[in-house]
């Protein structure tokens, strides 16, 4: 059995953030229903686009029973209630006031079940002034000092080849749900949970941030940049254009690397900075006598912290990904079955247990409406009059591994 199984989740996030929680706790096992818009978002339209399907979008909707509904009729409105009673949490990722319009709000919902677990997840925050400003990813690393960081001197900024924003928000909006889920299991009440991206960037940078509030300075200035280019902690172009990872750091793992180079007299250089730009110098014109993979040749087995810079697809061959519990399938109707990388979270438990995991009458779509108080025939006629619309499986099946 998964940790979260039991755990009812009705999701109505369509961004990032909010994604990324949802799927953390369905992977360990919680049962969720996604409530969509009728006409579709933006994680539909993004590419690659493979028969009208965004595989963007699909990398989030494992183990999700899908169901579009007009929220804005009041019948549709009256059956996302009645779901409301049965679930444990709520997830919404709506600018500030959205869902209170709606008649979803926290206030709205906990006068149906007073023990929800209710997470909004905003660009700013729910009391912030800026709380109705529209945001992305890019924005908040911006206006919070990090893409100032993400560049060498005298450069440009470089776009973070990761949304920094909108995975630690999903993050830490899991764990602040699953702190409110053992409260209430605790006996305590359902409680609303504010997380805002821009808090989630600048705790990113909790080591800097903590040395820039002391000394007033930025880390540029105050020459405490971390990561930083040094001569043993870099990055090293190679013969055939690939790239070595230095990241000897710590003195023995050093000494090892200049042993296996050849240059063990170049050891005590790294001692003085002022030695740095001649060393770093020197070590590029050494890597680049050699390949990437000649070098990862030499380094095998060393333990000294080198690495070959890989492509994504290389990684993901190299990578033990089944064996770690990493990657799973997830069946579509008509892409056939989607590769997902799974958040390896209890990953031993999760293994053993997955396939073996039976899903609950909440995760089926249509029994759950029945259990509802709506009819097959009730449900028919919300299709026809476009409240509500089934996905063309009806369900989505959990994932099946691929081990």
Wanted: proline share 6%.
């Amino acid at each position: 059995m998964l940790p979260l199984t039991g755990i009812k989740v009705l999701d109505f996030t369509h961004l990032l953030p909010g994604e990324v929680c949802v799927a953390i706790l369905s992977d360990m096992g919680a049962e969720v229903v996604r409530i969509e818009a009728p006409t579709p978002g933006l994680a539909h339209k993004l590419e690659p686009i493979v028969d009208g399907e965004s595989l963007f979008y699909w990398s989030m909707q494992r183990d999700k029973t899908r169901l579009k509904v007009d929220l804005k009729n009041p019948e549709g409105l009256a059956l996302v209630k009645k779901l409301v009673a049965e679930a444990d949490v709520v997830t919404e990722n709506f600018r500030t006031g959205v869902m209170d319009r709606l008649g979803l709000g926290f206030n709205d919902l906990r006068a149906i079940n007073p023990k929800l677990i209710y997470l909004s997840i905003t660009g700013y925050g729910q009391d912030s002034e800026l709380q109705d400003t529209p945001v992305h990813d890019l924005n908040l690393c911006a206006e919070a000092g990090i893409l100032s960081l993400n560049r060498r001197e005298n450069e440009r900024p470089v776009i973070p080849a990761l949304p920094i924003s909108d995975y630690m928000a999903g993050m830490l909006a899991t764990l602040s749900v699953m702190a409110a889920l053992v409260e209430v299991r605790s006996g305590g009440e359902g409680r609303a949970l504010d997380i805002s991206m821009a808090d989630a960037a600048i705790s990113a940078m909790s080591v800097l941030g903590s040395i820039v509030l002391y000394t007033g300075k930025t880390p540029h200035d105050g020459g405490f940049s971390y990561p930083k280019e040094y001569p043993n902690y870099n990055v090293y172009e190679c013969k055939d254009g690939g790239y070595l990872a230095v990241a000897c750091l710590e003195r023995p793992f050093w000494q090892t690397f200049c042993k296996v180079i050849g240059r063990p007299d170049l050891e005590g250089a790294i001692d003085s900075p002022a030695e740095h730009g001649g060393l770093i110098a020197t070590l590029t014109q050494l890597v680049k006598t050699r390949t990437r993979d000649d070098w990862g040749a030499v380094f095998h087995g060393t333990k000294c912290c080198v690495s070959p810079v890989n492509s994504i697809n290389e990684a993901f061959q190299k990578y033990p990904l089944k064996d770690r519990g990493m990657i799973a399938d997830l069946p579509h109707p008509t892409l056939g079955n989607i590769p997902q990388i799974l958040f390896p979270v209890d990953k031993q438990l999760r293994r053993t247990s997955w396939q073996d995991s039976p899903k609950s009458s909440f995760s089926e779509l249509i029994g759950l409406l029945n259990k509802s108080g709506y009819s097959s025939d009730e449900i028919d006629k919300l299709v026809q009059r476009k409240i509500i619309s089934l996905p063309a499986e009806v369900t989505t099946s959990r994932v099946s591994s691929s081990r």
